[in-house]
């Protein structure tokens, strides 16, 4: 196989798995389920916004690439992605532990009644 059919080939199954079950698909579905009649203009409209969508995602990404190297985006994007998820992971702690403390108080309130 020739290099620009792998990169193709990689890129288009890797946007399909990141898109499954995605927000806009949600929308996409949201908007067709309530509009049937309309579904092509639906289908063109999303279409056209994922579209531009990618443009922007390719001309930062080409920019990107002109002046800092693969490397420092590879570990830029790392940095972000691990910052990310500590941070999901503090906020799912932090409503762990309000929850918690909601029902030792609405145990307590129970037991004095």
Known sequence: ??????????TFVLIILCE???KTQLAVLLL???????RWLVFASGALALTLCV???VTVG???ARYLGPAIINRATGVVFLAVGVFI?????????????KEAAQ???????
């Open 32 to 38: 067709t389920s309530n509009n049937p009649s309309r």
């Open 89 to 101: 992971l503090i906020q799912h702690f932090r409503v762990l532990e309000r929850e918690r403390i």
């Open 62 to 64: 080409t920019l990107l």
């Open 20 to 22: 499954l079950g995605d």
């Open 55 to 57: 443009v922007v995602e």
């Open 1 to 10: 196989m020739s290099a620009k059919l792998i990169t193709w080939l990689s």
């Open 107 to 113: 145990a307590r309130d129970i037991s004095i009644l």
